[in-house]
Every structure is written in structure tokens, then in C-alpha cells.
């Protein structure tokens, strides 16, 4: 006879399906397998920094900011305090639609946004706070013929273009 299990609490973000084919959602084992080839002594430097520079689901930032909750706790013992000064100071984001910016926010800051009451960070003034989206137009380079490239991005004009 199986008994149930109760406490079981499964990462969403294990689960979560791609929104587009180019959209894809790297899994938290192995964004925490890709961490553990880092040196150890990164996660107690209040002084390093990361980014995220295709912030989809948050999940590298989520897992960078467990690592330095606890790598940091004999530097900042007073958790608050740690909280702040790591999402504040350490993590960065840049989503890569509007969308991703949400579920990147709600990851890290466990709200839509960071200077929610809800939010676990205290000191953010904006919505964005470290995780940020700025919707751009492409502005295309047609000097070389009839299908550009983006002048800001690189992408195709012919690709980007591709109808419904």
C-alpha cells in the first residue's frame, strides 16, 4: 500500500511549458548545476554582482539569491537586511518581453512587482526594480537592399516579419 505524500511542493518552474519557440525555460536542476561550477566563495562576496541579461522565469536569479542568502548570513546577520542588500545590490535583470518581466519579478521578488507590500525586498521605489523591460521598436538598416537588419537588436527585418 503507497502513502501519500504531503509535503510535497513542486518548483513551478520545472513545470512551466515554453510561451513561444523563442522562449525557452531553462529547468532549475540545472540552473543550479551550472552554479555548482562556480568557486564556492562567490556566494559570501557582498560585492559580487550578476545578470541575467535574458531574464525569462527568474529562475538564475531565484537560485543566485538562495545562495547568498546563506553564503552572506555571518556577513549580514540580520535577515531583512540581507534581503535587501542582495536583491538591491547583487541581481540584475533584463527581461526579454513583457511577460518575462512579470514572471521574472514574481520569481525574485515573489511579486508582479518590486515595490509591492508583498514583495520580499523592502527598498525598491519602482516596479521594475532590478529586473527591468523597456518595449523598443526595431528601427531597420535598409542600406544594403530590401530586407534590413535592426539596428538595435541585429535581427532580420525578413525574419522579424514573418506574418502571423
Known sequence: ??????NYNPDVLTCLANLSNDEVFTPPNLVNNMLDLLPAALWSNPNATFLDPVSKSG??????AKRLMIGLTSKIPDKQKRINHIFENQLY???????TALLSRRSVYCSKTANSRYAVCETFDNEQGNI????????WDTSAG?????????????VYDRGD
Open 1 to 6: 500500500m503507497k502513502t501519500l505524500q504531503t
Open 59 to 64: 529562475v538564475f536569479l531565484r537560485e543566485i
Open 93 to 99: 535583470g533584463i527581461a526579454i518581453t513583457e511577460l
Open 132 to 139: 527591468r523591460y523597456e518595449r523598443m521598436q526595431h528601427t
Open 146 to 158: 530590401s530586407a534590413g537588419k535592426c539596428t538595435q537588436c541585429g535581427a532580420s527585418q525578413e
